[in-house]
């Protein structure tokens, strides 16, 4: 994410959350002042960390809009001071804040971000070892990380919800280096659309 597509980044994660928190849209600034000031503390602590974005083209459009976007985490020192719980180990790699906006759902733009997020995290982390939190009610996503290799290590308590927090899975993966982008398990042609991503 470069400095001028933070508003937008911004607006798609503020969007997100207030939909999955099931808050009134008129919550939605507050959450944007609270999400920039977030984004902002979390780019400084790059290179241990980044946040990836999708686009979406029309075929034959120039111009593009904000797809998604998925923040990762490459070691200790990008961290972040207070991961939800289970919490994972702030040695490993970490994904999360995955969003994707509501019009663009179910066309596999998760799916390209988690794999082109594993993929970074190959070429920036020593460890192999990555983790993310997907909620017990997120029954889409979940199947997405079961079907990309994620198994369930954790589970929160059910003591969680005195807390008014939905309960979560920590999830683990080995991934695999490779240096053919055709293991990558992404359609060619949609390969290359992810470029912009690294961008």
């Keep these: ?29 507050l959450l944007e002042f609270l999400v920039k000031n977030y984004l902002i503390e979390r780019r400084e602590m790059m290179p241990h960390n980044a946040t990836l974005l999708g686009v979406y083209r029309e075929n ?10 998925v923040e990762l985490t490459f070691d200790r020192k990008g961290a972040n001071a207070n991961p939800p719980t289970p919490t994972p180990p702030k040695n490993s790699p970490y994904i999360c804040n995955m969003a994707v906006r509501k019009p663009l759902r179910r066309r596999g733009i998760g799916w390209h971000l988690l794999k082109a997020g594993e993929e970074l995290i190959t070429k920036m982390s020593s460890s192999r070892e990555v983790h993310l939190h997907c909620r017990m009610i997120d029954e889409g996503p979940f199947n997405m990380y079961t079907k990309a290799g994620y198994s369930v290590v954790k589970t929160d308590s059910i003591l ?9 899975h920590l999830m683990r993966k080995e991934l695999h280096v ?16 992810l470029a912009d991503v690294y961008k």
């Design 178 to 193: 490779s240096e053919d982008a055709s293991e990558l398990d992404i359609p060619n042609d949609q390969f290359t659309k």
């Design 160 to 168: 969680t919800l005195l807390t008014l927090q939905r309960r979560r």
């Design 1 to 29: 994410m470069r400095e001028e597509e933070m508003d937008m980044t911004v607006s798609l994660l503020s969007e997100s959350f207030a939909e999955s928190m099931m808050m009134a849209t008129s919550y939605v600034k």
């Design 60 to 69: 034959g459009e120039e111009g593009f809009e904000l797809a998604g976007t």
